[in-house]
Nanobody, 120 residues
């Protein structure tokens, strides 16, 4: 019932920047939280950053100070500004939305992922 549209991935040189965006749409009651996760080849998916309705932000230690998560409530869109990118940031980045449906059931929804590649 929730669709996520991601954009902004690509190839960038180390030290460069990218901004990812994810727009949520569909039949929902409330979006409770939005965030970004990533998965590198051969590794488990890990949390990058999340933001709640109260604008509480949470970052992985590896990206703290370099990445910034924000949201536009009117557009139901979450952004991830990535600065000072490192080769180890290379991964598929997935948008995540925690939403309550019209039956008041909370569910997780995922985007299809967008590739971020940082060259040396």
């Amino acid at each position: 019932q929730v669709q996520l549209v991601e954009s902004g991935g690509g190839l960038v040189q180390a030290g460069g920047s990218l901004r990812l965006s994810c727009a949520a749409s569909g039949i929902i009651f409330r979006i409770n939280a939005m965030g970004w996760y990533r998965q590198a080849p051969g590794k488990q998916r890990e949390l990058v950053a999340t933001i709640t309705n109260g604008d509480s932000r949470n970052y992985a230690d590896s990206v703290k100070g370099r990445f910034s998560i924000s949201r536009d409530n009117a557009k139901s869109t979450v952004y991830l500004q990535m600065n000072s990118l490192k080769p180890e940031d290379t991964a598929v980045y997935y948008c995540n939305v925690v939403a309550t449906d019209l039956s008041f059931k909370e569910n997780n929804f995922w985007g299809r992922g967008t590739q971020v590649t940082v060259s040396s």
